[in-house]
């Protein structure tokens, strides 16, 4: 009897301590929620990206030659930015930089995903629309040419 209790106490106390080693969270880096403490992913992983739009000197022109001033970016159908015509860059600018049209975007438990883009004029020209596609903790850079 006390061999059989005895073996119970110890295998509760391993129980206990092979239990407590393990933790519960988001394993993978690029997640939001990424824990460096867990141990076993629980699928509560959260993603976001980023991407910045732009365009070049040449682009500029050619917008100016056409009479278009002014340019609003939109991004599944919100705004994210806008500038003026003659606001170029001379190579593609990191998101988040000064004067840049940078959208970060919630991409939910996913490692990527699709969005509409699309740039008009204050005229109500549209000058570029499209898809682009987001990945976790990146950040895309789309050039826009003319």
Request: with cysteine; charged share 20%.
């Amino acid at each position: 009897m006390k061999k059989t209790v005895k073996l119970l106490g110890i295998s509760m106390i391993a129980t206990l301590i092979i239990s407590s080693c393990q933790k519960d969270g988001c394993t993978d880096p690029d997640g939001t929620n990424f824990s460096s403490e867990a141990t076993s992913n629980d699928g509560s992983c959260k993603f976001e990206g980023r991407t910045v739009l732009w365009f070049g000197e040449n682009t500029a022109n050619a917008l100016i030659n056409d009479g278009a001033s002014n340019l609003t970016f939109y991004l599944d159908g919100n705004i994210i930015g806008s500038s003026a015509t003659t606001v170029f860059w001379t190579g593609a600018p990191e998101c988040g930089q000064t004067g840049s049209i940078t959208a970060t975007k919630d991409l939910g438990d996913l490692k990527n995903k699709s969005f509409s883009y699309s740039v008009v004029d204050d005229t109500g020209y549209e000058y570029w629309s499209g898809s682009l596609s987001i990945e976790a903790n990146t950040c895309k850079s789309i050039e826009l040419t003319w």
